[in-house]
């Protein structure tokens, strides 16, 4: 069975920085790429950013493209999010998603508020 679990999210003032983090268990984790995604209140869900299986190939949604940096590190069976430069409108629940099975994590919330 797949398991996800977010962890880093918080309350942060604009401009701040997190690091979220997502340990995965259950598969083999080089064999899948990752994806985060966030959904704000009263929005649908949203992909922010994407990694393959070993990190050569990231994209991110225009939103986040420069502020934010996805990796993996699969010796830890983790995929990572750097947050930097947060705006207000980056409030949301985080979710990391695998995207060969299609499992979520339970999310971690963001909140950036001054």
């Known amino acids: 069975q797949v398991q996800l679990v977010e962890s880093g999210g918080g309350l942060v003032q604009p401009g701040g920085s997190l690091r979220l983090s997502c340990a995965v268990s259950?598969?083999?984790?080089?064999?899948?790429?990752m994806k985060w995604y966030r959904q704000a209140p009263g929005k649908e869900r949203e992909l922010v950013a994407e990694?393959?299986?070993?990190?050569?190939?990231?994209n991110y949604a225009d939103s986040v493209k420069g502020r934010f940096t996805i990796s993996r590190d699969n010796a830890k069976n983790t995929v990572y999010l750097q947050m930097n430069t947060l705006k207000l409108e980056d409030t949301a629940v985080y979710y990391c998603?695998?995207?060969?099975?299609?499992?979520w994590g339970q999310g971690t919330q963001v909140t950036v508020s001054s």
């Open positions: 990694i393959s299986r070993f990190g050569r190939v990231r």
């Open positions: 998603n695998v995207a060969l099975s299609g499992s």
């Open positions: 259950g598969f083999t984790f080089s064999s899948s790429a």
